[in-house]
């Protein structure tokens, strides 16, 4: 009993049995998250870790520093946990009250 090809994924988007096809961020769940990563970029040292164990993928690199896309990320804090530096903490999302755009 195997699936049809058109059934192929269970999923679009965000997940391991996604369509490969597909791009990966396609919706803006930034919303969810009560807490945002901060890199402090004088400790890092650029090793990718955090990269690699994001699981929205929305840590990228530019310029040799690691800058994170508030728009997917959930604020799950698996990039700070895996930080061997610990260059990345979790700070409450109501610290930027102020960039809130109405």
Known sequence: MG????EKYIYKYEACWSDGN??????N???WRTSRPVINNEICNGC???MTF?????ISIKDDYFLIN????KGCGICAK???KKAITMTQEGDY???CKI
């Open 3 to 6: 699936l049809k090809k058109e």
């Open 22 to 27: 597909n791009p990966l961020l396609c919706l």
């Open 29 to 31: 769940t930034g919303d």
């Open 48 to 50: 990718g870790i955090c």
């Open 54 to 58: 994001c699981p929205p993928q929305c």
């Open 70 to 73: 508030l728009g997917f990320c």
């Open 82 to 84: 895996e930080c061997p």
């Open 97 to 99: 009250a102020d960039d």
